[in-house]
C-alpha cells in the first residue's frame, strides 16, 4: 500500500479502523498525554504510562487481566488493583475509555477535549473505533429535555463489522 494510499485510507476510516503509521500514532499519543498530565498537574506515573502504551499498542478493547498480565511480562507486579487504579485513573482523565460491551479499555484517540465519543465494535475482531458523537448526543439531549429527564452520562455503542474484515469476508 502506498503512503497516499495510506493516507485516503485514514481519512476514510476513523482511527481504529484505518491503516496508518501506528509507531507515530503512539509517540503522539504518549507525548499528548504526557502534556496534558503536566499541564493538568496530574502524576503520570511509570505503571500509569505503561497501561497507556499497552491499550495503544492496537486498536482493539483489552480487559484489565490482559493489561496485567502484560504489565507483568514487563515487571510492573501481578495484582490487580494495580491495573485498576491505573485504568481508573486514564479513564477519569479522559485518557481513555471503558467499553461497556466488551467489559474492557481503550485508548481515547481525542484527549485534546472533552468530547461524547460514540464507539464502533467489529464483532468479529473486536477492534474498536471512536469517533466524536456530537449530532447523536445533540438528538438524544433534545429528547430528554422535551422530557424533562436529565442526562448525567452517554455511551454511544455500535457493534458490526469493520471494514478489515468485510474485506476479508469479501474475498
Do not use: W
Not at 503522539?28 to 502534556?35: F, H, Q
Not at 491495573?83 to 467499553?99: C, E, M, P, Q, S
Not at 484517540?109 to 445533540?138: G, K, Q, W, Y
Request: one cysteine or more.
Amino acid at each position: 500500500m502506498t503512503s497516499e494510499t495510506r493516507n485516503l485510507n485514514a481519512a476514510k476510516y476513523p482511527l481504529g479502523f484505518a491503516q496508518h503509521d501506528h509507531s507515530t500514532c503512539m509517540s503522539d499519543a504518549l507525548a499528548a498525554a504526557d502534556a496534558r498530565c503536566a499541564e493538568d498537574g496530574l502524576r503520570f506515573t511509570p505503571v500509569r504510562r505503561k497501561v497507556l502504551e499497552i491499550l495503544l499498542q492496537d486498536h482493539c478493547a483489552l480487559g484489565a487481566y490482559t493489561i496485567l498480565d502484560r504489565l507483568r511480562e514487563d515487571g510492573f507486579g501481578s495484582q490487580p488493583p494495580i491495573a485498576y487504579r491505573a485504568l481508573d485513573f486514564l479513564v477519569t482523565n479522559g485518557l481513555a475509555h471503558k467499553i461497556e460491551r466488551l467489559n474492557a479499555f481503550i485508548a481515547c484517540a481525542n484527549t485534546n477535549h472533552s468530547h461524547t465519543p460514540a464507539f464502533m465494535i467489529c464483532r468479529l475482531c473486536d477492534a474498536v473505533a471512536e469517533e466524536l458523537s456530537s449530532s447523536a448526543r445533540s438528538a438524544l439531549r433534545e429528547v430528554a429535555r422535551a422530557t424533562g429527564f436529565k442526562i448525567e452520562r452517554t455511551i454511544i455503542e455500535a457493534e458490526g463489522i469493520c471494514p478489515s474484515c468485510i474485506n476479508k469476508t469479501d474475498s
